[in-house]
């Protein structure tokens, strides 16, 4: 491993041409189907699961840590064999098109066990079909998402990719809230779920395909991910600005979790209308899609670390807020929601683009490029904080006595709003804490690109003729 010395290099990179608006559209449309398909299943398939299918919350949660199991092994696989995949489509695009009939297929399984099923073989169904979701989403998502971040070596240009990205699953969200009005208020939700993961199904395939078509891939990026796979995922972890960030990414994701499992809950249990639960989803998600446009300019000028301690501590306060939510408060989701909202928003652009300048000081180390398995390794972080939330959630709902489609006691709604707002927003308050300490600036990222860039410019002086 070679040795990070960046005090010979020159004070800054090359500048990259800002990449057209239509790129970015293109790039970001399959995240909007995506987002829609495994939001299904992280916002609602719990409550859905619990009520129509009337599977107990600790076999549930159970089941959702076993997904995270295996998450543990299919994301940086996913990612390692992405970094090394080489073909005319480029190393990204293959896994993206080699994706697009599972994740229509098997987005659709968990909804649809067949009539009659019940007891183990149900459990087996949902397990199956769960686990098939996962590693079809884990295809795509890991290769999409580190195609992103070769997109442009730029620092800031690469918060705008994500940005546009970011609204793509912004609109996923609005679309999730649209179907949660049809799942909310219909008689027949199993019905419903089949024909609303029919139709996402097949539109998120023909944006993967559209998508596929009109996106480019760094040609000089082939062929240079790692050679080891073990070692290459000690890489990640030895990389101390990496290690800072994958735990501040479990933290963070708590609160996306937390609305996602709980959100729901709250609504029918605490509040009393579950048909309200679109009107939370839309407190949490429309402020942050106009929010988008001022945060490019804000990261700018106070820089990726302060611009994402700010939204960390944003979404924390407001998470506490949301501990008084009831029947006769619900008015603090119309202030909470959009500040809590605000604050991930900033996490989910501001992070991917974070995590892109660490994968160059990889390079810088090792030689290698290898964002695949840094964005399968940190994919994998936030779905671990989605299977704590569901295996406490399950636990804590089966000890306090949880009782499904009835009237709950004093000590199960003060359970469930305690799970929604005060777990994410403690674990926002040790995000900022931990993050206070990550020192890869503007600056001396700046002095990484140089040094990187110098490197090439030496080796193609050394290979031309």
Same mark, same amino acid.
């Given at each position: 491993?070679?040795?990070?010395?960046?005090?010979?290099?020159?004070?800054?990179? #090359?500048?990259?041409?800002?990449?057209?608006?239509?790129?970015?559209?293109?790039?970001?449309?399959?995240?909007?189907?995506?987002?829609?398909?495994?939001?299904?299943?992280? *916002?609602?398939?719990?409550?859905?699961?619990?009520?129509?299918?009337? *599977?107990?919350?600790?076999? /549930?949660?159970?089941?959702?840590?076993?997904?995270?199991?295996?998450?543990? %092994?299919?994301?940086?696989?996913?990612?390692?064999?992405?970094?090394?995949?080489?073909?005319?489509?480029?190393?990204?695009?293959?896994?993206?098109?080699?994706?697009?009939?599972?994740?229509?297929?098997?987005?659709?399984?968990?909804?649809?066990?067949?009539?009659?099923?019940?007891?183990?073989?149900?459990?087996?169904?949902?397990?199956?079909?769960?686990?098939?979701?996962?590693?079809?989403?884990?295809?795509?998502?890991?290769?999409?998402?580190?195609?992103? +971040?070769?997109?442009?070596?730029?620092?800031?240009?690469?918060?705008? %990719?994500?940005?546009?990205?970011?609204?793509?699953?912004?609109?996923?969200? *609005?679309?999730?809230?649209? #179907? $949660?009005? /049809?799942?909310?208020?219909?008689?027949?939700?199993?019905?419903? #779920?089949? %024909?609303?993961? /029919?139709?996402?199904?097949?539109?998120?395939?023909?944006?993967?395909?559209?998508?596929?078509?009109?996106?480019?891939?760094?040609?000089?990026? +082939?062929?240079?991910?790692?050679?080891?796979?073990?070692?290459?995922?000690?890489?990640?972890?030895?990389?101390?600005?990496?290690?800072?960030?994958?735990?501040?990414?479990?933290?963070?994701? $708590?609160?996306?979790?937390?609305?996602?499992?709980?959100?729901?809950?709250?609504?029918?249990?605490?509040?009393?209308?579950?048909?309200?639960?679109?009107?939370?989803? $839309?407190?949490?998600?429309?402020?942050?899609?106009?929010? %988008?446009?001022?945060?490019l300019p804000i990261s700018r000028r106070l820089g990726k670390k302060r611009t994402w301690l700010a939204g960390m501590a944003l979404s924390g306060a407001s998470f506490g807020l949301l501990v008084f939510v009831g029947p006769d408060t619900l008015w603090i989701t119309f202030v909470a929601g959009p500040g809590a909202g605000i604050g991930?928003?900033?996490?989910?652009?501001?992070?991917?683009?974070?995590?892109?300048?660490?994968?160059?000081?990889?390079?810088?180390?090792?030689?290698?490029?290898?964002?695949?398995?840094?964005?399968?390794?940190?994919?994998?972080?936030?779905?671990? +904080?989605?299977?704590?939330?569901?295996?406490?959630?399950?636990?804590?709902?089966?000890?306090?006595?949880?009782?499904?489609?009835?009237?709950?006691?004093?000590?199960?709604?003060?359970?469930?709003?305690?799970?929604?707002?005060?777990?994410?927003?403690?674990?926002?308050?040790?995000?900022?804490?931990?993050?206070?300490?990550?020192g890869l600036t503007e600056q001396e990222h700046a002095r990484v690109r140089a040094e990187l860039d110098r490197r090439a410019s030496s080796s193609d002086d050394f290979q031309r003729p």
């Amino acid at each position: 491993m070679n040795e990070l010395n960046t005090d010979s290099a020159p004070a800054g990179a #090359a500048k990259e041409a800002r990449l057209a608006n239509g790129t970015l559209v293109a790039y970001s449309l399959p995240a909007t189907g995506v987002a829609f398909l495994g939001l299904m299943i992280s *916002v609602y398939y719990f409550k859905f699961a619990v009520d129509d299918l009337l *599977v107990a919350p600790a076999v /549930l949660g159970t089941i959702f840590m076993i997904a995270r199991i295996w998450d543990a %092994i299919s994301d940086p696989l996913a990612g390692y064999l992405s970094d090394r995949t080489t073909t005319r489509l480029g190393r990204r695009r293959p896994w993206l098109v080699a994706s697009i009939l599972p994740i229509a297929a098997f987005s659709l399984m968990p909804w649809s066990p067949p009539a009659g099923l019940e007891g183990a073989w149900l459990i087996a169904w949902l397990v199956v079909g769960l686990l098939l979701f996962e590693t079809a989403s884990t295809a795509f998502t890991v290769p999409h998402t580190a195609l992103a +971040a070769e997109l442009s070596l730029d620092h800031h240009e690469r918060t705008r %990719i994500f940005a546009f990205r970011y609204v793509g699953v912004g609109i996923g969200f *609005v679309a999730l809230a649209g #179907a $949660m009005q /049809l799942m909310t208020t219909t008689d027949d939700p199993r019905g419903m #779920a089949q %024909i609303i993961m /029919l139709w996402g199904g097949g539109v998120t395939a023909l944006l993967i395909v559209v998508s596929v078509a009109r996106v480019r891939e760094r040609p000089e990026h +082939a062929g240079r991910g790692a050679k080891r796979p073990v070692g290459a995922v000690l890489d990640v972890w030895r990389n101390h600005h990496s290690r800072l960030l994958l735990v501040v990414l479990t933290i963070e994701s $708590m609160g996306a979790a937390s609305l996602g499992l709980l959100g729901p809950f709250v609504m029918e249990y605490v509040v009393g209308d579950e048909s309200l639960f679109p009107v939370l989803l $839309m407190c949490f998600f429309v402020p942050t899609l106009l929010f %988008i446009p001022f945060a490019l300019p804000i990261s700018r000028r106070l820089g990726k670390k302060r611009t994402w301690l700010a939204g960390m501590a944003l979404s924390g306060a407001s998470f506490g807020l949301l501990v008084f939510v009831g029947p006769d408060t619900l008015w603090i989701t119309f202030v909470a929601g959009p500040g809590a909202g605000i604050g991930m928003a900033i996490g989910s652009m501001i992070g991917p683009s974070v995590k892109a300048d660490v994968v160059d000081v990889d390079e810088l180390l090792t030689g290698e490029r290898k964002e695949g398995l840094y964005y399968a390794v940190w994919n994998f972080s936030r779905k671990c +904080a989605g299977g704590i939330m569901g295996g406490v959630t399950g636990l804590v709902l089966q000890w306090v006595g949880f009782e499904p489609n009835a009237e709950q006691s004093e000590a199960t709604r003060r359970a469930i709003v305690l799970l929604f707002g005060l777990l994410p927003a403690s674990g926002y308050l040790i995000g900022v804490l931990i993050f206070w300490r990550f020192g890869l600036t503007e600056q001396e990222h700046a002095r990484v690109r140089a040094e990187l860039d110098r490197r090439a410019s030496s080796s193609d002086d050394f290979q031309r003729p």
